[in-house]
């Protein structure tokens, strides 16, 4: 089995930087997901949010969750958040958003589309969206009962991940087999959402992750969800789709909403073309 594709962003500043950018293109086209280091987010900036994620679940939220394990009342937990830090939060979206489109210009170079087309595409009317999901997945004692998260793809356009450096947990599915995708200090996990495969024309892969319980600890995970607008048109690239080729073309063109609604009640089932 092949190792998990690490990239250092370092490396596009300097003479390997055809390397790195092979690096990239490999892992998009064979993996869809690829873990970056030196990506310009500072340590202790990253030590600051993981602190705060783990601080708020511990206060606010584990407590309320064991007494509803305890109650087998488990249709969801809700907390009031009083006490977060918002502007470390706010700071660390536009940051990952900030990554979020010099990773889409990157795959552009690699495809040979021109600089902001990816950007573009998601675009519509009003603009791309961005939102951040931080989760915290507790030990869980019979791990062979339940999934953390079921297998799926995700709906959107590119995904960003800082996830526990400790605990594992995340896999994807490669070649019918799934791989762990480890944990990496300071590392921000990038996956490819299924508009992207699209765009792509299938080039680039939305592979099917899931998120499987462990007995020994807690695991954080804050995604960040770099998506089109709801009113843009998704569709392959034409300039990935020859014209002599049009019969080639995998996918239909297709608002990303009416996308979102299929999606919603399809995304645990098995995933097709």
Same mark, same amino acid.
């Given at each position: ?21 092979? %690096? ?10 690829? /873990? +970056? ?25 584990? %407590? ?9 009342? !488990?249709?969801?937990? %809700?907390? *009031?958040?009083? #006490?977060?830090?918002?502007?470390? @939060?706010?700071?660390?979206? =536009?940051?990952?958003?900030? =990554?979020? *489109?010099?990773?889409?210009? +990157? ?5 040979? =589309?021109?600089?902001? &087309? ?25 791990? #062979? ?20 450096? /400790? @605990?594992?947990? +995340?896999? !994807? ?10 944990? @990496? ?10 508009? !992207? ?6 080039? &680039? ?8 319980? /462990? ?31 049009? *019969? ?10 009416? &996308? ?14």
């Amino acid at each position: 089995m092949a190792t998990f594709p690490v990239i250092n962003l370092e490396k596009l500043n300097g003479e390997e930087r055809a390397a790195t950018m092979e %690096q990239i293109k490999d892992a998009c086209e064979n993996w869809g997901f690829f /873990q +970056l280091l030196n990506h310009g987010i500072p340590h202790d900036f990253l030590d600051t949010v993981e602190r705060l994620t783990k601080e708020h679940y511990k206060k606010c939220m584990e %407590q309320s969750f064991k007494e509803l394990v305890a109650s087998k009342a !488990l249709e969801g937990l %809700q907390a *009031e958040v009083t #006490d977060m830090d918002w502007e470390v @939060m706010k700071e660390f979206a =536009l940051k990952l958003e900030k =990554l979020a *489109e010099e990773l889409l210009d +990157l795959l552009c170079e690699n495809l040979g =589309l021109e600089k902001g &087309y990816l950007k573009m595409a998601f675009h519509g009317t009003r603009g791309p969206t961005f939102g951040t999901k931080v989760s915290n997945y507790p030990p869980c004692p019979t791990p #062979d009962k339940i999934k953390g998260l079921r297998a799926h793809t995700d709906a959107g356009g590119i995904i960003l991940l800082f996830q526990d450096a /400790q @605990m594992s947990g +995340l896999q !994807l599915l490669k070649d019918g087999e799934w791989v762990d995708v480890p944990p @990496m200090r300071h590392s921000i996990v990038i996956n490819l959402g299924d508009q !992207l495969e699209v765009i792509t024309n299938g080039k &680039y892969k939305s592979v099917e992750h899931r998120v499987i319980a /462990q007995t020994n600890g807690a695991r954080m995970s804050i995604a960040s969800f770099y998506n089109p607008g709801s009113d843009a048109v998704i569709h392959p690239a034409p300039a990935l789709v020859e014209k002599e080729e049009e *019969e080639r073309r995998l996918y239909p063109k297709f608002v990303f909403e009416d &996308y979102m609604k299929l999606y919603v009640g399809l995304k645990f089932q098995t995933k097709e073309p």
